[in-house]
């Protein structure tokens, strides 16, 4: 393992829950933190942290995108570390009440808004180039097929499954520019995301995904297209 320090680290939807944990540890091992948070003013979890700087972000608007990587451009040449962290769940709803609108929103924020943020930012020669950057997306296991046993779910479900596989297309365009795109699964973590049900917390779920970067810094592990969760584990498709 080699630990992830002094590099500089973009965290989006860094206003609470894991993103916000991101934030805070990341920044603790001495990086430079660029939170992207929907509110910034809200986002009393990482307010006044040292290392971290707050920027204004709606991953789902593409203008709001833009113009946040054009934000971005004048803090920092170069991004070693994109932590693609913001998501929605929607409304919990069977098949029998889940609409049209529910599927959209829930594509747009978990699946657009992460791959425009890569596409801004390696438009803008933020990434690769002669060092290596790491664009950690985080999915979820419930959009695993195989791991599909209990159905519903389908507006996140399908969401994520759709960002694993923009995932592994970003992997592969982006490996000649030394872009290394992978997915991370965070393990069922007490967040608002889930009303504060869950089998873990944020810090130990946090903790572990770093160190799956860690493992790939170290070139112990293998995180071009792969995807992991927090006990470093490969999840299945
Ligand atoms: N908790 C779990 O058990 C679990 C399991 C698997 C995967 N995940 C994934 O882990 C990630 C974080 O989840 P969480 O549990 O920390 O959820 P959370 O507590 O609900 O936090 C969600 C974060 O995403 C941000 N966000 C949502 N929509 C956004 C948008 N349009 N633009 C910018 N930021 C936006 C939120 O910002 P605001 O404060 O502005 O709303 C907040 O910072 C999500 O991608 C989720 O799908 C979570």
């Not at 809200?42 to 006044?48: C, H, K, L, P, S």
């Not at 942290?49 to 113009?67: A, F, G, H, I, R």
């Not at 779910?153 to 592994?168: C, D, E, P, Q, T």
Request: overall charge neutral; aromatic content about 6%; proline content about 3%.
């Amino acid at each position: 393992m080699s630990a992830i320090t002094q590099k500089t680290v973009v965290v989006v939807g860094g206003s609470r829950g894991i993103g916000a944990e991101f934030v805070r540890q990341f920044a603790q091992k001495g990086n430079r933190v660029i939170a992207a948070c929907r509110q910034p003013s809200q986002a009393n979890e990482v307010q006044g942290l040292e290392n971290v700087t707050l920027t204004q972000l709606d991953v789902s608007s593409p203008q709001s995108v833009e113009q946040w990587a054009g934000e971005v451009q004048k803090l920092a040449s170069h991004f070693d570390y994109v932590i693609n962290n913001a998501g929605i769940y929607g409304r919990r709803v069977g098949l029998s009440d889940v609409t049209y609108d529910d599927m959209l929103a829930t594509f747009v924020t978990n699946c657009v808004g992460p791959l425009l943020v890569v596409q801004q930012l390696h438009k803008r020669g933020l990434l690769g180039g002669t060092s290596p950057s790491v664009v950690a997306n985080v999915t979820s296991k419930v959009g695993s097929v195989e791991d599909n046993r209990s159905g519903g779910g389908y507006a996140y479900r399908s969401s994520k499954a759709a960002l694993n596989i923009v995932n592994k297309s970003l992997s592969i365009d982006l490996a000649p520019d030394n872009v290394v795109c992978t997915l991370l699964h965070p393990g069922y973590v007490r967040t608002d995301m889930t009303g504060g049900a869950g089998l873990i917390d944020k810090q130990t779920s946090v903790a572990g995904l770093i160190g799956v970067l860690e493992d790939g810094a170290a070139g112990t592990r293998e995180l071009q297209g792969t995807w992991h969760d927090y006990k470093r584990e490969v999840v299945p498709w």
